[in-house]
């Protein structure tokens, strides 16, 4: 493929319209692994698309910074930073290692599974919803509320709280100014951090069976939370756990209708098959599709020198499809193996926290629906998010044959 071939444009929601820029990462891979990206109104990007590269810059976070300039694409100044500060996501060790000493224990693969039976029984609740309907939007009705629903656990909120701040993320990850404007999009943020401070409030008052009262309390070495950290970290986790997990689960339902063998062989050995489906379809979906860091010290990456103070931006999705690593990186492959996709980060201090959350749920709700709703079948255009950081379905209409509810009122 010759240079014209293909239009490098990473950045623009219109890029993602369809999906993941499937054809751009792979020539990118092929002829520019570290590219430099032209971005309006400031010096451009390097884009770094190939596994081992994602992996390095990911792994080295004194060479490469998610605080100096933020780990969301762009050049923030100072004073645009200075709100993010407390955020995790948004800090070097070693204020990172301390931040996240004080929130992982919540996190453990042992604390999720004992939310198993809670994320379990929300995933039933859901599906009986729309079961006697015989027809929904997947996105609103059904992926989107277990990620909700699962906050409002996590925090130790009503539902109905759970699913407003659900709303919210939704705002906030829009990077089409013509859905949601700037002002709605910083709106969002302080409805979202007041609310916070109202939770963190309650929890200190009465403490409940939940994370957020965990938090209130948690201590290192006599070291705890200040009341701006919990704020951020309760926004962080909305948004982070929020519209991650309801694409994954919606994109993942849309490959299988795209592959009714897979599907067939998924339904007919679900205990088996349940949990290599879900890594696979973390692999081909991505629901992240890159994080930003800024080069702390000169470096060579792919042979590419990088100067302090450039950035770089690393995409998942074109890693999760590096030919040098998956053996027919293009095929969905439900049974493959290994399959160590980098779709929650590639390694290194920021590994997504709620990875062990986010597969239970999805795994609840695809054993509820190939179960309960086995014709599930779109009933008509899925209409995809305006973003280019989250790749995923802002609705998809489908519909089934009607059958009963589990739960009894
Ligand atoms: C399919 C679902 C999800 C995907 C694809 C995903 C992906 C990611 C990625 C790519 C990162 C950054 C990794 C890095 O920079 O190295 C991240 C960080 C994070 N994720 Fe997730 N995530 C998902 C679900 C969740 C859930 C359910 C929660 C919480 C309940 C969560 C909480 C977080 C937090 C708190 C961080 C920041 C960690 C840090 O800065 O140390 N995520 N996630």
């Given at each position: 493929m010759g240079a014209t071939d293909v239009q490098i444009d990473l950045i623009s929601p219109d890029s993602f319209r369809h999906g993941h820029p499937?054809?751009?990462?792979?020539?990118?891979?092929?002829?520019?692994?570290?590219?430099?990206?032209?971005?309006?109104?400031?010096?451009?990007?390097?884009?770094?698309?190939?596994?081992?590269?994602?992996r390095t810059v990911s792994r080295q976070p004194k060479v490469f910074s998610s605080a100096a300039k933020g780990p969301m694409v762009g050049d923030p100044t100072e004073e645009q930073l200075a709100g993010t500060r407390q955020m995790m996501l948004f800090m070097d060790p070693p204020?990172?290692?301390?931040?996240?000493?004080?929130?992982?224990?919540?996190?453990?693969?042992?604390?999720?599974q004992s939310l198993?039976?809670?994320?379990?029984?929300?995933?039933?609740?859901?599906?009986?919803?729309?079961?006697?309907?015989?027809?929904?939007?997947?996105?609103?009705?059904?992926?989107?509320?277990?990620?909700?629903?699962?906050?409002?656990?996590?925090?130790?909120?009503?539902?109905?709280?759970?699913?407003?701040?659900?709303?919210?993320?939704?705002?906030?990850?829009?990077?089409?100014?013509?859905?949601?404007?700037?002002?709605?999009?910083?709106?969002?943020?302080?409805?979202?951090?007041?609310?916070?401070?109202?939770?963190?409030?309650?929890?200190?008052?009465?403490?409940?069976?939940?994370?957020?009262?965990?938090?209130?309390?948690?201590?290192v070495d006599g070291d705890r939370l200040t009341d701006g950290e919990l704020q951020m970290f309760f926004l962080l986790l909305v948004n982070a756990g929020g519209d991650t997990t309801r694409n994954l689960i919606a994109a993942g339902l849309e490959l299988l209708f795209a592959h009714p063998d897979v599907r067939a062989r998924l339904i007919a050995d679900l205990d088996g098959l349940l949990p290599s489906a879900v890594e696979e379809m973390l692999r081909y979906t991505s629901p992240v599709a890159n994080f930003q860091r800024t080069v702390m010290e000169d470096t060579t990456l792919h042979g590419v020198d990088l100067a302090a103070g450039d950035r770089v931006v690393v995409f998942y999705g074109s890693a999760n499809r590096d030919e040098d690593v998956f053996d027919d990186p293009d095929r969905f492959d439900i049974g493959r193996s290994p399959n160590p996709h980098v779709a929650f980060g590639a390694g290194g201090p920021h590994l997504c926290l709620g990875m062990h959350v986010?597969?239970?749920?999805?795994?609840?709700?695809?054993?509820?629906?190939l179960t309960r709703l086995p014709d599930v079948?779109?009933?008509g255009e899925a209409e995809r998010l305006a973003s280019s950081f989250i790749a995923g379905i802002k609705t998809m209409p489908v519909r089934f044959t009607p059958g009963r509810r589990l739960a009894i009122d």
């Open positions: 499937w054809e751009q990462y792979a020539w990118l891979r092929a002829n520019a692994p570290v590219y430099h990206h032209p971005e309006p109104g400031t010096p451009g990007f390097w884009a770094v698309t190939r596994y081992d590269d994602v204020e990172h290692d301390r931040f996240k000493l004080l929130v992982s224990r919540g996190f453990t693969p042992r604390n999720a198993t039976a809670r994320i379990e029984s929300l995933a039933r609740d859901i599906v009986d919803d729309v079961i006697e309907r015989g027809e929904c939007d997947l996105v609103a009705d059904v992926a989107g509320r277990l990620p909700s629903g699962l906050i409002a656990e996590l925090m130790g909120i009503p539902r109905s709280d759970g699913e407003r701040l659900y709303e919210l993320t939704e705002m906030m990850h829009t990077t089409d100014d013509t859905v949601h404007s700037p002002e709605e999009r910083a709106g969002a943020v302080v409805e979202m951090l007041t609310y916070a401070a109202s939770v963190i409030e309650e929890k200190r008052r009465s403490p409940g069976d939940d994370i957020a009262s965990t938090l209130v309390q948690a201590t986010a597969r239970i749920e999805t795994a609840a709700m695809f054993r509820e629906l079948e779109p009933a």
